[in-house]
C-alpha cells in the first residue's frame, strides 16, 4: 500500500466498531520462505524467495532481504488478524525489528520502510498510522505518524542488524534505537483515510526506480505491554530462535486448514495426470455443444439493441454478445443456449454492472437456433428494459451464475438458471455496503415450456440473501445440482468472501442452500461444511456441482485453504471431494487435490475458473483451465483428468 495512494486509491467503508484488544504475540525470524502457506508464525502476501533474480524478495543467511537493480518490487504485508493481532488507538503494544540497510539508495525513503502498522482508527473515516522510513542517503530514520512525520532521527544503519522498536502507550509513541529512545512520546496521529489493519515491510509508495538491498533478521510484535528496551526483565524477541506465533483473534470465524488434507488419499478419486492445453476437454465436448460454438461463431458479435437507452449514450445501444455457454439439451428436439450481453468485456470488474442475459432456442437437435432475444420475466410490467423484478437495464444488471454457464435440467422438465445480480438501494443506487470491488446477491431463473412447447417461460424466484458481516461481497457464482433419488430438491453451493473486511471476523468459506420445490422457494444460506460438521475455508472464488453417470456420485470442486482466505486469494489448491447427498456437506475423507502451488509458481498464482465434464468414452472427469502465473512449463492452459469410482 502507498501512504500517498491511501486517500485516493482505497475503497471507503462504513465505520465499524472494533472491540477490545487481547494478549497475543508472534516473533518471525524468517526460517522459512515467508510466502509459505501454513508456515509459523503466520503467511506473509510477498513474492516467494529468489535467490537468482536481481530484483527479488530473498532468504539470505538467515535473514528476509528486499534488493532491486534499477526497479522496483512490491511491498511485504500481512493483516494484522491473520498475524493474531488486534490493534486499537487504545491498545498498548511493542513492535520490533531486526534491521539493516546493506547497500544502495533508494528512490525515495518511504521505498525503505523498516515498519509501518496500520488500523482503523476510532474516529470514523480515519486511519491511524506509524512508519520508519529510512533515508541511507542522509543517514536518517523517520517516524511517519498519521499525515505528519516527526524530526528525522540521525542514525547509521548499516553494517549489523540493528534493533528498532515502536511502542505505544496511552495514544502515544516512542521510537528505540539500539535500546535507547531516540524519538517521543508523540500522540499517535492519523489521516483521512479507510483502510484494513496490518503490517508492511519494503516500500510504502508507488513509482520509482532504484537499487538498493536491505534486511530482517526477525519481525515480533506483542499487546502486552509498552516495553522500552532497557535490559530489565520484559520482552526481548531478538533472542528467539524459533518462530513463535500467535493466538487467533477472539470471535474471528474459524475452520481447521489441516482438517480437510489429514487423511490417506481416497481410492475412490484419483487425479491420473494434467495434460497441456485443452485439446483432450475440447474433444470430450458433446456434439451439440460444438455445433453452437460454430453457430455462435458465425453470428455477429455486436448489435444494436433499440430497447436499451443509457444517460450517456445517444441513438440504439450497441452491446457486446458473448455466446461462450453450454446449451442444455432438453430433448432429442429442444435445446436452450444464453448468451451474455454487456456494453463491455465479460469481466466480473469491468463488465458487472452492465450484463444482462439473452436466450435462442433450437428445435431442430441444435442444427439450427432461433433469433436471440433478451430473457424476460413473464408478467405485468416486465419488459427487455426491466426483464426480471431487480434489474433494470442502465441501473444494474444480472448474469448466470455457473461457471462455466450451464442450466439445469429438472426432473419435471422445467430449467433451472442460477444468477447473481447488483442490488439497488431504496434510492435506486448501486447498493454496495463494504465497497468491495463487487457486490451482488442470487435469485434463480425458472423455464417452462409455452403450451405449443417451442419457447420457454421465465419466472424468478426471490432473493438469496446473507448480510454484509457474513459476506462482505455478498453471493454470487453458485454450482446447483437436483440431488439423487429425490425430485425437486436443489442443493446449491454458493460464493461469498470477506474482501475489505477490516475486523478480522468475517468468515470466507462458501455457502449453501437447499430447494425443496424445485428451485422456487430456497432454505436461509448456511456455511458449506464437511458432512461431519467440521467447517473449512474457501477463498473467494467459483466451485461446481458435477454427478458422474458411471459412479451416480455428485461431486463438488473448488479451492480448499490452507489458511483463513483474503478476499480470493489464494486460489489453490483444487480440489475434488464427494458430497453427502444426506447431510449436505462434503465428505472429508474423500477430499483429494486435483493440482496445487509448485515450487517455482508465484506466490499469487490462481488455480480457478475451471470447468468440468465427463469423458463419455472412459467416464473420467475432465477439469480444464488456465494455470495463471503458473512456473516454467506449468502456465497456461492445462487438462487434469480424474477417475472416480
Given at each position: ?221 506483542t499487546d502486552e505491554g509498552a516495553f522500552a528496551p532497557d535490559g530489565r526483565p520484559g520482552w ?410
Amino acid at each position: 500500500m502507498s501512504v500517498g495512494r491511501c486517500l485516493s486509491s482505497l475503497i471507503v467503508l462504513p465505520a465499524l466498531t472494533v472491540g477490545p484488544a487481547v494478549a497475543a504475540h508472534f516473533t518471525d525470524i524468517f526460517a522459512d520462505d515467508p510466502s509459505a502457506l501454513g508456515r509459523c508464525p503466520f503467511t506473509w502476501s510477498i513474492s516467494p524467495p529468489d535467490h537468482r533474480a536481481a530484483t527479488a524478495w530473498d532468504l539470505v543467511n538467515g535473514a528476509l532481504e528486499y534488493r532491486t537493480q534499477d526497479s522496483r518490487l512490491r511491498e511485504a504485508s500481512v493483516f494484522m488478524w491473520d498475524a493474531g493481532v488486534e490493534v486499537t488507538d487504545d491498545t498498548t503494544w511493542s513492535l520490533e525489528v531486526g534491521f539493516r540497510h546493506v547497500s544502495g539508495t533508494p528512490a525515495t525513503p518511504q521505498h525503505e520502510a523498516v515498519v509501518y502498522a496500520g488500523w482503523p482508527a476510532d474516529v470514523p473515516g480515519q486511519y491511524s498510522l506509524l512508519a520508519l522510513v529510512y533515508d541511507a542517503a542522509r543517514a536518517e530514520l523517520t517516524l511517519l505518524n498519521g499525515g505528519g512525520k516527526e524530526a528525522p532521527i540521525a542514525c547509521d544503519l548499516t553494517g549489523d542488524f540493528h534493533l528498532i522498536r515502536l511502542t505505544v502507550r496511552g495514544r502515544q509513541v516512542r521510537v528505540y534505537v539500539e535500546g535507547k529512545l531516540r524519538s517521543g512520546p508523540h500522540p499517535v496521529g492519523s489521516l483521512a483515510c479507510e483502510s484494513p489493519a496490518w503490517f508492511i515491510l519494503g516500500p510504502i509508495t508507488a513509482g520509482g526506480s532504484s537499487t538498493f538491498r536491505c534486511q530482517w533478521r526477525h519481525f515480533a510484535f506483542t499487546d502486552e505491554g509498552a516495553f522500552a528496551p532497557d535490559g530489565r526483565p520484559g520482552w526481548d524477541p531478538s533472542r528467539e530462535r524459533k518462530p513463535v506465533a500467535a493466538a487467533p483473534v477472539p470471535g474471528s470465524p474459524m475452520a481447521d486448514p489441516a482438517a480437510a488434507f489429514d487423511h490417506p488419499p481416497c481410492p475412490n478419486i484419483r487425479v491420473l495426470g494434467r495434460e497441456p492445453g485443452r485439446e483432450r476437454y475440447d474433444a470430450a465436448s458433446p456434439e451439440y455443444v460444438s455445433r453452437w460454438n460454430e453457430i455462435g461463431a458465425a453470428r455477429p458479435a455486436k448489435i444494436e439493441v433499440p430497447d436499451y437507452r443509457y444517460p450517456d449514450e445517444a441513438g440504439p445501444s450497441r452491446q457486446n454478445v458473448y455466446r461462450f455457454t453450454i446449451p442444455l439439451r432438453l430433448d432429442d428436439r429442444r435445446l436452450v443456449a444464453m448468451m451474455l450481453l454487456t456494453r463491455g468485456i465479460d469481466d466480473t470488474i469491468a463488465g458487472f454492472m452492465d450484463y444482462k442475459l439473452w436466450y435462442c432456442m433450437s428445435l431442430d437437435g441444435g442444427l439450427t437456433y432461433d433469433q436471440e432475444r433478451p430473457l424476460v420475466q413473464r408478467g405485468v410490467g416486465f419488459s427487455a428494459t426491466h426483464p426480471i423484478e431487480q434489474v433494470w437495464i442502465g441501473k444494474n444488471s444480472f448474469v448466470f451464475a455457473t461457471l462455466p454457464p450451464t442450466l439445469l435440467r429438472m426432473s419435471n422438465g422445467e430449467v433451472f438458471l442460477p444468477c447473481y445480480y447488483a442490488p439497488l438501494d431504496e434510492n435506486g443506487g448501486y447498493y454496495n455496503p463494504r465497497g468491495t470491488s463487487t457486490y451482488s446477491l442470487v435469485c434463480g431463473l425458472i423455464g417452462t415450456w409455452n403450451e405449443a412447447g417451442t419457447d420457454l417461460l421465465w419466472d424468478v424466484t426471490a432473493p438469496i440473501t446473507v448480510t454484509p458481516a457474513q459476506s462482505t461481497g455478498g453471493l454470487s457464482e453458485c454450482g446447483v445440482i437436483e440431488l439423487a433419488g429425490r425430485p425437486g430438491r436443489l442443493f446449491m453451493a454458493m460464493r461469498g468472501g470477506n474482501e475489505l473486511d477490516r475486523t478480522g471476523r468475517v468468515p470466507c468459506w462458501k455457502w449453501k442452500t437447499l430447494s425443496t420445490d424445485y428451485g422456487r422457494t430456497w432454505s436461509r444460506p448456511k456455511p458449506l461444511t464437511f458432512s461431519d460438521g467440521t467447517a473449512f475455508y474457501s477463498p473467494t472464488s467459483q466451485c461446481s456441482l458435477v454427478r458422474s453417470s458411471r459412479t451416480g456420485k455428485a461431486y463438488w470442486l473448488g479451492n480448499i485453504s490452507r489458511v483463513r482466505p483474503r478476499g480470493g486469494w489464494p486460489r489453490y489448491p483444487l480440489a475434488i471431494a464427494e458430497l453427502d447427498e444426506a447431510r449436505l456437506g462434503l465428505r472429508r475423507n474423500t477430499v483429494t487435490i486435483i493440482d496445487d502451488r509448485g515450487p517455482e509458481d508465484a506466490s499469487d498464482m490462481q488455480l480457478s475458473n475451471f470447468a468440468c465434464q465427463e469423458e463419455a468414452a472412459t467416464g473420467r472427469l475432465l477439469v480444464t483451465l488456465n494455470r495463471l502465473r503458473g512456473g516454467p512449463g506449468a502456465d497456461g492452459p492445462v487438462t487434469y483428468v480424474l477417475e472416480v469410482r
